[in-house]
């Protein structure tokens, strides 16, 4: 596992995250590991399939629609996007 270590953290950030941690009964590692992991991996986020059907749905995109697109899709391959 990976270790970070935080400098210059106010004392009263280090002091609310005591709290916080004994509130929940666990150390104050422990407790801003469970704060990073909750707010960089939310549980609730937003996956870009399900976004993405989302979408379709919203402006009434349907499976004929898609094979609409499938009959007119250009089968020459892309040329490379040039960044210079």
Known sequence: MSMLTVRNLPDEVHRAL???????????EAEVREIL????????????????????????????????????EDKIPAEPTKFE
Not at 45 to 71: C, M, S, Y
């Open 18 to 28: 005591r709290v916080r941690a004994a509130q929940h009964g666990r150390s104050t």
């Open 37 to 72: 992991a909750i707010t960089v991996k939310p549980e609730t986020r937003v996956r870009l399939g399900d976004a993405l059907a989302d979408l379709g749905r919203n402006i009434g995109l349907t499976n004929k629609d898609v094979e609409i697109f499938n009959q007119v």
